[in-house]
Nanobody, 124 residues
């Protein structure tokens, strides 16, 4: 079973940048669609970005489009989320997730494996 470990979260001022990483165990990383979700205090977990198995396609929520970039390195079993022009409303716990049977999805229930999350706090 694949395991996911996120890193790279922290405190940043509005307008700043952070790069999240998600390292996956296992030898079949390239066969998983990967996504990033986030959950702000008191709110439901929501889709942020996803990337197809081969990295040929990427998908973004409207709230992050143009500011966030998802990428993956299948040789390193790692998916990244570059977050630029951060806003206070981006404050949340960010989770990476693996979709074992679909190429990509923005739906939580189509992801089979989740990381533990990493906190991102954007101050105004």
């Amino acid at each position: 079973q694949v395991q996911l470990v996120e890193s790279g979260g922290g405190l940043v001022q509005a307008g700043g940048s952070l790069r999240l990483s998600c390292a996956a165990s296992g030898r079949t990383f390239s066969s998983y669609g990967m996504g990033w979700f986030r959950q702000a205090p008191g709110k439901e977990r929501e889709f942020a970005a996803a990337i197809s198995r081969s990295a040929s396609s990427t998908y973004y929520a409207d709230s992050v489009k143009g500011r966030f970039i998802i990428s993956r390195d299948n040789a390193k079993n790692t998916v990244y989320l570059q977050m630029n022009s951060l806003k206070p409303e981006d404050t949340a716990v960010y989770y990476c997730a693996a979709a074992l049977s679909t190429g990509w999805s923005k739906l939580l229930y189509e992801y089979d494996v989740w990381g533990q999350g990493t906190q991102v706090t954007v101050s105004s």
